[in-house]
């Protein structure tokens, strides 16, 4: 019979009801459709009738009671007091149970509430290793924010609340990997699983680095690994903000901000990671122990530098962690260069990560605000003397010039010629440093028969050009005037523009663009000031006809003046100042 049905048979539609009645009958209703067999039979007696008799019909309306219902803190500790008692009888038959127990709501309950969870999760993962992607995951997907609390999170930083939140997560996933330590593997596969996608709100993918940062404090043993991660999650980011789409406009704070959303998210995401390798690698004389664990971690991010940012194309902004650390202490700076040297001289490297290892090189040392003189000549020395080398071993009349089978050896003389251009100023100050650069025998690495300048960007070219002419070093407008003719005549020969043979240009570490992040790039880089050196339009193309010319006479004035223009503008020593992007041209301008 209804629960609305009176004695007399007249159901309740036809007879008012109050409103506390109207409440009540509800209530008694809901206890009695969805709670009467959960809480006749509870937790202990459904799992015995399951283990005893296979019945799982008791299990599943418990299932379904602790799922639907909201337990209060006196319901809540029963049910995992109880549950502790018969862990070893929840096998994976009780998935879908065990399941439910996870998933309640435990965060803002009372300590005794906490630790009773806490221990159960330990317990059941211990007892069936079959619970530990489900309880990881439990735990972890409580360190992403949610899309609508942005105010708890700035900059990537929490709230007091939301601090004391997450420290319970973390108190909770630390006891449990303490007592499970077999879970390496699943640990990491469900913080990848977790990692938001890139086009997530900022404070969304910032609040879950805040998290995994804060892991791998308490568990240094994953830092590898989730630092490997992070690098690929960041370079994600990086190559969908590109430069010339990062726009910077002034916050509600009256501090710059990025108002590219994947870049802003980046620059945040930055400004946590450089922050964390400073507090990891910044040595204060307190321990041998702190010393060394600093070492690792600098040898660590050498090793995923190596592994993810050298052999990865067009990014931006990631791979200045390394620009960062290396600002910290000699030692890694020292480290760094030397891995990058013996990369660039490894026959066994391919063309392309041996290029890229000279971009790297050349650009730190350019932009290495901290770098002494001594190892900015040392490392010219060196790629002098390779250069040199280079073209000692080739046949000047049977040697195959071509960009492709060449491309190191362009490589490291654009390299040169960077860093003469870009550090005149340090490398000219004196009689003793005009002899240095004497003896690195400039002209003959410009006037060689592999005609290095040639396929070096017009930039770089023409500003070592005017360095060189102005301290009388080398002299460079003549070849530089003959390679523009020589590739008009191949422009006109075909009646069409043709693309020109340029070496793809690799300076990674050009200007930062991010303003949140840049408080750790900006004290230690070195932004280009022109050298006022007396450098004049060097690529002059006057109008002569030659015989055999006459068909193309009528298209002359049309391709010739579009194609001047364009040598012209990229002669002008000023592009060495304002052109300088990586990765297409280059922008030494800060």
Known sequence: MSIYTTK?????????????????????????????????????ESIRVAVEDGNFHFVQEFTYFIRESDLDDDEFLQVFTDARQIVHHLTPDFISLVEALMSLNWKNRDL??????TDFCVDVMVTHNRYLPIGLIKLIVHWIPADLDSADWVNGSPSERAHMDLKTIHDALNRILTAVPMSFDEVIDAITSKFPYFKKPSHVTAGYLFNVL?????????????????????????????????????????QPTVNHPIGHTLDICLLMLYKFFDEQCRIEPKSREESLSASQVFHMLLYLFNELLLPSHNIHHVQFVIFQVCGIRSVYWEGFLQMLWKKVQNPNASAIIRHTAVGYLSSFIARAKFLP???????????????????????????????KANMVFFSVCQGI?????????????????????????????????????????????????????????????????????????????????MSEEVLETIFPFDPYLLKLSKKYIEPIYLAYHDNETDVVQTVTLPNIRKRGDSEMIEDDEFIVADKRQKLLELSNSEEFDEDCHYGSSINLKK
């Open 8 to 44: 007399s048979g007249a159901t309740s539609i036809l007879k008012p009801f109050s409103g506390a009645d109207r409440e009540r009958a509800k209530t008694a209703a809901a206890n009695k459709v969805r709670f009467a067999t959960a809480k006749e039979k509870g937790l202990l």
């Open 112 to 117: 005794v509430i906490i630790q009773a969870y």
């Open 214 to 254: 804060w892991f791998i404090e308490y568990k240094p043993i994953f830092k590898e690994l989730i630092l490997q991660l992070v690098l690929q999650k960041l370079l994600v980011l990086d190559v969908n903000a590109p430069r010339d789409a990062i726009d910077v406009e002034t916050g509600e704070n009256q």
């Open 373 to 403: 003189l001594g190892t900015i000549t040392f490392y010219l020395q060196e790629l002098s003397k390779w250069a040199h080398s280079y073209i000692d071993d080739s046949d000047e009349y049977g040697q195959n010039c071509s960009l």
């Open 417 to 497: 010629f960077y860093l003469i251009a870009f550090r005149a100023s340090d490398l000219t100050r004196c009689k003793k440093d005009l002899l240095f650069l004497q003896s690195l025998q400039l002209s003959r690495l410009a006037m060689c028969h592999f005609n290095p300048l040639r396929y070096c960007l017009a930039p770089v070219a023409t500003a070592f050009a005017g360095v060189t002419r102005t301290h009388q070093l080398a002299y460079c407008h003549t070849v530089l005037e003959r390679n523009a003719r020589r590739k008009l005549a191949t422009v006109y020969g075909h009646d069409k523009s």
